[in-house]
């Protein structure tokens, strides 16, 4: 491991915790930037719960949301499946550094004239 290589295992907390998080524990900035979007964009929606709904009055949001009878399948799907994407890539960035292979988008350039 290098001076500069950070150990991977704390990027898939943080992930679980918000996606793209983890990405950019691991110093891939724009692609946690944009796991951090779409997922967002799937809370607000393309979930069954809307925004309205969230900044109602009443109950808050977190509280509904933690009260499993009143939370249906499609109300945590299409987030779900996009945190687990997003774990998903994690592991494999993981894999691919334990590997040696450089991440998609890395910043090393190789010429090919000698």
């Not at 704390?10 to 524990?25: E, K, M, R």
């Not at 969230?54 to 949301?65: C, I, K, R, S």
């Not at 499946?81 to 991440?103: K, N, Q, S, W």
């Amino acid at each position: 491991m290098s001076e500069l290589s950070r150990p991977v295992w704390p990027a898939y907390p943080l992930s679980a915790l918000v996606a793209g998080l983890g990405h950019c524990y691991l110093g891939q900035w724009k692609r946690g930037g944009i796991w951090f979007v779409c997922y967002g964009l799937a809370l607000a929606f393309l979930s069954a719960r809307s925004l309205s709904g969230a900044l109602d009055p009443g109950d808050p949001f977190v509280v509904t949301a933690l009260q499993f009878d009143a939370v249906s399948y499609t109300d945590v799907a299409v987030p779900l499946t996009i945190l687990l994407i997003c774990l998903l890539d994690v592991y494999l960035i993981g894999l691919a550094e334990r590997a040696g292979v450089p991440a998609a988008g890395a910043e090393d350039r190789h010429s090919n004239s000698s």
